[in-house]
T-cell receptor, first 113, second 114 residues
Framework: QQQVKQSPQSLIVQKGGIPIINCAYENTAFDYFPWYQQFPGKGPALLIAIRPDVSEKKEGRFTISFNKSAKQFSLHIMDSQPGDSATYFCAAPRPYGNNRLAFGKGNQVVVIP | NAGVMQNPRHLVRRRGQEARLRCSPMKGHSHVYWYRQLPEEGLKFMVYLQKENIIDESGMPKERFSAEFPKEGPSILRIQQVVRGDSAAYFC????????????FGQGTRLTVV
């Protein structure tokens, strides 16, 4: 069973700061590592995903850094805004399928104006 | 193109009753996934279905829970004889023909067992 562990549990940053959320996984056999963003009362939405053949991927203000040897990947939110305040989940595929995901417990990020 | 539609959004059941949660995937999507989210927890995979077939139910509790995705109509997650521990948010996601593409989540059904 794939396990993913997120840290820290919660983050409070000032507007413009760069919250960084870390995720560690166990099984090295998989090739798809997404981050999801969830606002209160809503379903999770895919934010950005990475495959292990690259070490970094950027989409707008969101960057994933991937460290295959350490079995870790991180989410960086550049120039954070109050609208980025949400819960962020990392995930990794369970056997056998990219959409049968094992989610971490989530990180609550609060961006103060 | 409407997103994944789940209903009801909120459902209250007394212990021992049955809960039926419905999920209509996005148009053109034939893969459906159900997840459960307990308070302060991440989502837990429950079951993966294609039209008329259960592909992977490894995350489903062995008793009282069942799921279906008929040829016509929405996917149904059914919980019989609900207990307080079933109180959670249940999310459905759908993806197109291949599972290798992104799955889109609905807004969830929040089940409260009283």
């Amino acid at each position: 069973q794939q396990q993913v562990k997120q840290s820290p549990q919660s983050l409070i940053v000032q507007k413009g700061g760069i919250p960084i959320i870390n995720c560690a996984y166990e099984n090295t056999a998989f090739d798809y590592f997404p981050w999801y963003q969830q606002f209160p009362g809503k379903g999770p939405a895919l934010l950005i995903a990475i495959r292990p053949d690259v070490s970094e991927k950027k989409e707008g203000r969101f960057t994933i850094s991937f460290n295959k040897s350490a079995k870790q990947f991180s989410l960086h939110i550049m120039d954070s805004q109050p609208g980025d305040s949400a819960t962020y989940f990392c995930a990794a595929p369970r056997p056998y399928g990219n959409n049968r995901l094992a989610f971490g417990k989530g990180n609550q990020v609060v961006v103060i104006p | 193109n409407a997103g994944v539609m789940q209903n009801p959004r909120h459902l209250v059941r007394r212990r021992g009753q049955e809960a039926r949660l419905r999920c209509s995937p996005m148009k053109g999507h034939s893969h459906v996934y159900w997840y459960r989210q307990l308070p302060e927890e991440g989502l837990k995979f429950m079951v993966y279905l294609q039209k008329e077939n259960i592909i992977d139910e490894s995350g489903m509790p062995k008793e009282r829970f069942s799921a279906e995705f008929p040829k016509e109509g929405p996917s149904i997650l059914r919980i019989q004889q609900v207990v307080r521990g079933d109180s959670a948010a249940y999310f459905c996601a759908s993806s197109p023909l291949t599972e290798a593409t992104e799955a889109f989540f609905g807004q969830g059904t929040r089940l409260t067992v009283v």
